[in-house]
């Protein structure tokens, strides 16, 4: 079955303290994405990667890191959290082979955040 | 840079009355366009696509259409039910190159309550 992996679903920690949320897809896609979603805003992109090792910053990507060593591994490490990122993380894949913009893009369940 | 506007909500109807969210878009490139439904704590589900234009999308009673003059693709369902309480994205991917390809840009959502 497709599917896009995040860990942990929800997690309540405190300003400072890093924390990695994992993302992992079973589908081999070269592009995976984190976002961010919160009320009024809609999803907005915090970073995104098209392969290994090439990651780049989306719209949102301060207070973020990422890396890519694995095809099928994107974590979102939050060096030292603040509340203002306390939100509803996505991890989202698609594939990109054949440059088509309607490849289905597959999301995880959501990791809800909250920083104390 | 692409952009997504959606019609403010919150959105309140009976059940069996007539949705319309309205969805219009800016892009630089040849979208395709999306509308995604986010269940109360549920993560994100593809409801329709649309990848050209007069295209047009279904899904459990919702339909939207591709409309390139007016760069609209608004979201339609002749008789909503309790059930379809939810918030709703709608979303565009380009294939023009550079940073947004691949990239899924979202409106802000529109919360829809359907009352017995």
């Known amino acids: 079955e497709a599917q896009v992996t995040q860990n942990p679903r929800y997690l309540i920690t405190v300003t400072g303290k890093k924390l990695t949320v994992t993302c992992s897809q079973n589908?081999?896609?070269?592009?995976m994405s984190w976002y961010r979603q919160d009320p009024g805003l809609g999803l907005r992109q915090i970073y995104y990667?098209?392969?290994?090792?090439?990651?780049d910053k989306g719209d949102v990507p301060e207070g973020y890191k990422v890396s890519r060593k694995e095809k099928r591994n994107f974590p979102l490490i939050l060096e030292s959290p603040s509340p203002n990122q306390t939100s509803l993380y996505f991890c989202?894949?698609?594939?990109?082979?054949?440059?088509?913009?309607?490849?289905?893009?597959?999301f995880g369940e959501g990791s809800w955040l909250t920083v104390v | 840079g692409n952009s997504v506007t959606q019609m403010e909500g919150p959105v309140t109807l009976s059940e069996e009355a007539f949705l319309t969210i309205n969805c219009t878009y800016t892009?630089?490139?040849?979208?395709?366009l999306f509308w995604y439904v986010q269940y109360p704590g549920e993560g994100l589900q593809l409801l329709l696509k649309?990848?050209?234009?007069?295209d047009k999308g279904s899904n459990k009673g919702f339909e939207a259409t591709y409309r390139k003059e007016t760069t609209s693709f608004h979201l339609e369902k002749g008789s909503v039910q309790v059930s379809d309480s939810a918030v709703y994205f709608c979303?565009?991917?380009?294939?023009?190159?550079?940073?947004?390809?691949?990239?899924?840009?979202f409106g802000q959502g529109t919360i829809l309550t359907v009352h017995p």
């Open positions: 989202a894949s698609r594939r990109l082979a054949g440059g088509r913009s309607g490849n289905t893009i597959y």
């Open positions: 649309a990848t050209k234009a007069d």
């Open positions: 979303a565009l991917s380009d294939n023009a190159g550079g940073t947004s390809y691949g990239k899924l840009t």
């Open positions: 990667s098209m392969n290994v090792e090439v990651t």
């Open positions: 892009a630089t490139g040849y979208p395709s």
């Open positions: 589908m081999n896609h070269e592009y």
